[in-house]
């Protein structure tokens, strides 16, 4: 599967990079598993999420880095 990260339109500092994460499945917890590690690629908007499962169902949130530090996934 590919994740496609929308860039905003107004942004007060620049992202230098996106994380993704997913969870167990069939779980309904809070995504916690590392499966894109883009912190340092800014330029990579269509990113892969693997070790997921046919046919079962997962959560993904992701979150970006700027000057500030890291957002809170969303």
Request: hydrophobic residues 35%; glycine residues 6%.
């Amino acid at each position: 599967m590919t994740l496609t990260i929308t860039v905003p339109s107004t942004s007060s500092t620049d992202i230098l990079g996106y994380q993704v994460y997913t969870n167990d499945a069939n779980t309904n917890a809070i995504p916690t598993r590392l499966s894109y590690d883009g912190s340092a690629v800014s330029s990579i908007l269509t990113v892969p999420v693997r070790d997921l499962e046919s046919g079962q169902g997962y959560w993904i949130a992701y979150r970006a880095l700027n000057r500030a530090g890291w957002s809170e996934l969303s």
